[in-house]
């Protein structure tokens, strides 16, 4: 991989579950994962490491894994509000001024979604490299529900119409494929950054298809599921 920085964004606050960027799952803190395959990345492509946190405790729980850092996120992106392009590129900048380089790539590793794996992260570069358009590639997984056949709105008549019009769908089987933004990881050019995009979808953006299993810790049950996935040896793969 080309000059590349890894962001790890953890705020300290979070009202689904408090505390969870560092709450232990299977015996282990949440940040820890992201940071050990931030680190096996590190290692392999000499990459760097930006942790954007506005919380004491979790520099501390990333101090456990041997990862320090004196940059503290400002406030206006520490709010539940904020979006996490702007996080993700004043961390950038931040690395940028502290080790006097332009970054190619920026890999940001989300710590709520840690079903991924080194294979996974090689792939995404693959794909995203290898065209000359495109910005960026985000981590999908197929959707259990489909905008085509089973998914509805309510229409200005106050009646349920199915979302998108691809015809006679009969089947989920004949629909277009969709997925589900699975939130693991975002990888970007540096250009996307120099063209002042706000959002992860552009109109030159790519999809990296999981082809394991992976969710988004939201809920107290999502931690409970994962653990069980965990514990019980249930995964398609080693995190």
């Given at each position: 991989?080309?000059?590349?920085?890894?962001?790890?964004?953890?705020?300290?606050?979070?009202?689904?579950?408090?505390?969870?960027?560092?709450?232990?799952?299977?015996?282990?803190?949440?940040?820890?994962?992201?940071?050990?395959?931030?680190?096996?990345?590190?290692?392999?492509?000499?990459?760097?490491?930006?942790?954007?946190?506005?919380?004491?405790?979790?520099?501390?729980?990333?101090?456990?894994?041997?990862?320090?850092?004196?940059?503290?996120?400002?406030?206006?992106?520490?709010?539940?509000?904020?979006?996490?392009?702007?996080?993700?590129?004043?961390?950038?900048?931040?690395?940028?001024?502290?080790?006097?380089?332009?970054?190619?790539?920026?890999?940001?590793?989300?710590?709520?979604?840690?079903?991924?794996?080194?294979?996974?992260?090689?792939?995404?570069?693959?794909?995203?490299?290898?065209?000359?358009?495109?910005?960026?590639?985000?981590?999908?997984?197929?959707?259990?529900?489909?905008?085509?056949?089973?998914?509805?709105?309510?229409?200005?008549?106050?009646?349920?119409?199915?979302?998108?019009?691809?015809?006679?769908?009969?089947?989920?089987?004949n629909a277009p494929l969709v997925y589900?933004?699975?939130?693991?990881?975002?990888?970007?050019?540096?250009?996307?950054?120099?063209?002042?995009?706000?959002?992860?979808?552009?109109?030159?953006?790519?999809?990296?298809?999981?082809?394991?299993?992976?969710?988004?810790?939201?809920?107290?049950?999502?931690?409970?599921?994962?653990?069980?996935?965990?514990?019980?040896?249930?995964?398609?793969?080693?995190?």
């Amino acid at each position: 991989m080309r000059s590349l920085l890894i962001t790890i964004c953890a705020r300290g606050g979070s009202k689904g579950i408090p505390g969870k960027n560092i709450k232990p799952l299977n015996g282990v803190p949440l940040l820890h994962y992201t940071l050990n395959l931030a680190q096996i990345i590190q290692e392999k492509y000499g990459a760097d490491i930006q942790v954007s946190t506005d919380s004491d405790e979790i520099l501390k729980c990333a101090a456990e894994v041997g990862y320090s850092t004196e940059y503290i996120r400002p406030d206006e992106f520490a709010t539940d509000k904020a979006g996490k392009i702007a996080a993700i590129e004043d961390a950038m900048l931040y690395s940028e001024r502290l080790y006097g380089k332009t970054y190619d790539y920026i890999l940001d590793l989300d710590v709520t979604s840690p079903l991924r794996t080194l294979n996974d992260i090689e792939q995404a570069y693959e794909q995203l490299s290898s065209n000359e358009e495109a910005l960026n590639i985000f981590s999908v997984s197929p959707a259990a529900r489909n905008p085509y056949f089973n998914m509805v709105e309510t229409g200005e008549n106050g009646f349920a119409k199915v979302v998108k019009d691809a015809g006679d769908v009969k089947s989920r089987q004949n629909a277009p494929l969709v997925y589900d933004m699975n939130a693991s990881f975002y990888l970007f050019k540096r250009e996307y950054f120099n063209k002042g995009y706000s959002t992860s979808t552009t109109p030159y953006s790519l999809a990296y298809v999981m082809k394991h299993h992976c969710f988004d810790l939201d809920e107290p049950r999502d931690f409970r599921v994962m653990e069980i996935l965990l514990s019980e040896n249930l995964l398609e793969i080693e995190i």
